[in-house]
């Protein structure tokens, strides 16, 4: 049972198969609602790596629930990952939209290193004869296939953190999470992601001084200095003059690659490049549940093309607060 603050409660049910027994569960939801009043759900939850069989079983079963055709006290059945989502939402419903950004960031986060470092999805990929479901195990199988791990290489030993230390100047790095693994052979394998989630295409994806872009860009151009410290002093597009409008139209397409590079993955930058700079991303879109992995050279290449502002893929704005001490980019998630 699970209880909110608000003092609504649900209760979970767990199974690997949908079968006549599930009548069982239909009974005690019943009589739990009317001893419970405050029960709100009654939800059977079946594991992400259910055989496609048991999935058509399920769903089968859930579109009766919807369509009304069986009476049901159970009120859904779905998968753990969607009972992650739907307990995340409920208990977000009362905050205001940056604490639930915030929070979502938080949590997508927390939710990768616990799936990384989850014993069962080890002892599944190592191929176990046993009945080991895993800890949404699509999801570990697929950041493992998307970094090089072959299929059939047997984990030694797993580790993940997001407690990825500050940047020397203290702010913090592109990297959300490091893993490393150590195979049969000893060898050990490091890799670094950025992670990005969102129900909106545009985000919030870097902030730094003009005088950090013209250092970490290369810039030589004086016209070019100058019209970015006159980005940041003015802080929009509106209030920009038609000179520096036209000189970063004009130039900042040059940089984009090396621009986005720094943005996505902090490459050219401050910090260890073995730590604080991220060699993928890693994208879950709330909509759909789906989440990506992507070499950060590839998500690089998918975005150049998206139309930002001086022709480039970002969108240029400032933070509140920071308007003349700091460009902020908008960029797409992919």
């Known amino acids: 049972m699970i ?7 649900w209760i979970i049910h767990s199974t690997t198969s949908i079968r006549e027994r599930i009548n069982i569960q239909q009974w005690h939801s019943l009589h739990f609602k009317n001893i419970i009043r405050n029960i709100k ?19 089968r079963y859930y579109r009766k629930i919807i369509n009304g055709t069986i009476f049901s006290a159970i009120d859904h059945v779905i998968s753990l990952s969607e009972l992650s989502y739907m307990i995340e ?12 950004k915030a929070l979502e960031g938080d949590n997508l986060e927390v939710l990768l290193v616990d799936i ?5 999805n080890v002892i599944k990929w190592n191929g176990s004869k046993g009945y080991e479901t895993g800890y949404n195990y699509p999801y570990f199988r697929n950041i493992l296939n998307s970094v090089g791990i072959p299929v059939g290489a047997f984990i030694k030993e797993i580790n993940a953190t ?3 230390p500050k940047l020397p100047s203290g702010g913090k790095p592109k990297t959300d999470v490091f893993l ?27 902030q730094y001084s003009a005088g950090k872009f013209i250092e970490v860009l290369g810039i030589t151009d004086k016209r070019l200095q100058s019209a970015l410290l006159e980005f940041q002093a003015v802080g929009g597009l509106r209030a920009l003059s038609q000179q ?15 621009l986005a590079m720094w943005v996505y993955g902090g490459f050219g930058g401050e910090g260890d490049p073995n730590i604080h700079w991220a060699r993928n991303v890693i994208t879950l879109k709330n909509e759909t549940s789906e989440l990506r992995v992507i070499k950060l050279e590839d998500y690089v290449r998918a975005i150049l093309d998206e139309d930002g502002h001086f022709g480039t893929p970002f969108k240029w704005t400032f933070a ?4 003349g001490k700091s460009i902020q980019l908008k960029g797409k998630v992919i």
């Not at 209880?3 to 409660?9: A, N, Q, R």
């Not at 939402?89 to 639930?100: A, I, V």
């Not at 990384?116 to 069962?120: A, E, F, I, R």
């Not at 509140?320 to 308007?323: R, Y």
Request: glycine share 4%; with cysteine.
């Open 3 to 9: 209880t909110f603050g608000d003092e609504e409660k």
């Open 41 to 59: 759900k009654s939800i059977i939850v079946y594991p992400d790596s259910i055989n496609s069989s048991e999935l058509k079983n399920a769903e």
């Open 89 to 100: 939402s409920k208990y977000m419903s009362d905050k205001s939209l940056g604490q639930q």
């Open 116 to 120: 990384l470092t989850q014993n069962s």
């Open 162 to 164: 997001r407690d990825i």
């Open 180 to 206: 490393q693994i150590r195979l049969m052979d000893d060898a050990i394998y490091g890799f670094t992601f950025s992670c990005k989630r969102s129900s909106s295409d545009w985000v919030s994806v870097h």
């Open 244 to 258: 520096s409008t036209d000189i970063l139209l004009l130039e900042m397409p040059k940089y984009n690659t090396k």
């Open 320 to 323: 509140s607060g920071a308007k």
